[in-house]
């Protein structure tokens, strides 16, 4: 994983945001929804495993990216973004089609924040 891929799937989550603050349950079936919030996880914790805590030439230049394009300018306003995204997949729409891939997000969104927490 490098800074431009980053960037662009940063640049993805962003838009996929504001979608879904303007229509919540944008996505067609509540399996598409749980796809595309798993890939977005998978993406924070690779993310996370290459360069949050890294001192690396790697992280400088991944950082150098993200900064330039928005404005993310070190490991704490990545870990920002991560945090305040993924909130949202702690929420319920309430409607039970959606109960059993809620409940899987619900679970890979706790298991992000414990890697998260451990450092």
Known sequence: MDGELSSEVLG???QAQ???TQRPLFLASPDAHLYVQSAI??????FR??????????SVK????LAERWGLTGPNKVLDVIMNSSLGNLRSSGDPEWRKQE???VVRTL?????????
């Open 103 to 105: 409940d899987q997000l």
């Open 12 to 14: 993805f989550i962003q």
């Open 18 to 20: 504001m979608w879904t």
């Open 111 to 119: 298991r992000l924040y414990t890697q998260l927490a451990s450092g």
């Open 41 to 46: 996880i998978f993406f924070y914790t690779q």
């Open 49 to 58: 495993s290459s360069y949050i805590g890294e001192e690396s030439s790697k």
């Open 62 to 65: 991944v950082y150098a990216i």
